[in-house]
């Protein structure tokens, strides 16, 4: 037998969820069964495979010794690699992150060590806040995500509680994002709500913007102001209303305006002489609304957060980096 002791990262899960991330080498099906059996207890008596567990609880599995081997930790890894973060904010719940274009947020095929949240979880790690060693089902994680192309604040959270509170302000639409963006040309006005409908294409990784509804076409709300003009392009600053995949760039090309620099949705190769890589789109701004309900992240609500438009590339291109 061998018992588990529900930490406060492993708090407020269903007992299932726990287990397949805490005991790796157990099938699920065996899992199932042996809850189901009692080969599996909480706190030493019979139990169900959805009870949200709490710290301090005990998990008693009588299973063999065998399907605890998990594979080899990356702590090693985590000490391997030298952070390079530009953080915008940090307290002991979560950082604030200036991710720079051409940064991935997460691991792909060809890039492990390389990514956001790995120079996240090494920063932590080499701090003394992280050990995977010691972590049964938790690790730091991204809140939200940014195309690689694409800059601005990214947000991780250092701890499960953090994680479970900001995922629910973001899915409650409690956190509001502003872009700033450099458009082909200047819109008709200077201010503007954009409505039209969207479908994405998983297989292209593209998405079709139309301005009457159609099936399989989500809505889209954009709304923008131009804030500045110079040598015939505009950079405007873009709120989502709806936050759809790519739905700025789709959007604004939908309307004539492109952004500079984008080679999927506009025409980058004149841009690319000027020093365009990436699309002119950041993630600039992020704010907290108020709800006036407790949580580990009260303390966040009514509070707002900027990156410096100094490090942002493409407003070298225009007077006064867009500022009225």
């Not at 002489?273 to 950041?282: D, N, S, T, V």
């Amino acid at each position: 037998m061998q018992i588990i002791t529900v930490g406060r990262n492993d708090a407020g899960q269903r007992l299932d969820k726990f287990l397949s991330k805490a005991v790796k080498g157990l099938p699920m099906s065996l899992m199932y069964k042996y809850i189901r059996t009692k080969k599996i207890k909480v706190n030493r008596a019979r139990t169900q495979q959805s009870y949200m567990l709490c710290e301090g609880d005990e998990i008693q599995l009588f299973i063999r010794d065998e399907f605890f081997a998990s594979p080899e930790s990356d702590r090693g890894a985590l000490f391997r690699v030298a952070p390079k973060l530009d953080i915008v904010y940090e307290d002991e719940n979560i950082m604030l992150l200036n991710k720079r274009p051409g940064v991935l947020v997460h691991e792909d095929t060809a890039a492990k060590e390389n990514t956001l949240i790995m120079h996240v979880k090494a920063y932590l790690a080499q701090k003394g806040e992280y050990d995977p060693d010691e972590e049964l089902s938790f690790a730091p994680a991204l809140c939200n995500r940014i195309d690689r192309n694409t800059g601005g604040i990214v947000i991780a959270a250092k701890n499960a509680e953090a994680l479970r509170v900001m995922n629910e302000k973001i899915r409650m639409d409690l956190v509001r994002k502003t872009y700033l963006c450099a458009v082909h040309g200047v819109p008709a006005k200077r201010e503007a709500i954009l409505r039209g409908y969207l479908k994405k294409d998983s297989a292209q990784n593209m998405v079709d913007v139309s301005d009457t509804k159609r099936a399989g076409y989500k809505e889209i709300v954009t709304g923008y102001r131009v804030l500045c003009v110079h040598n015939g392009d505009a950079l405007l600053e873009v709120e989502l209303i709806t936050g759809r995949t790519h739905q700025i760039r789709a959007h604004l090309s939908h309307i004539g305006h492109p952004l500079l620099g984008d080679g999927k949705y506009g025409i980058n190769r004149r841009e690319r002489e000027r020093g365009y890589k990436f699309q002119a789109l950041y993630a600039y701004r992020l704010a907290f609304k108020e709800t006036g309900e407790e949580s580990c992240l009260r303390y966040l609500e009514g509070k707002q957060f900027e990156i410096d438009r100094a490090g942002i590339w493409f407003l070298k291109d225009f007077p006064m980096g867009g500022r009225q």
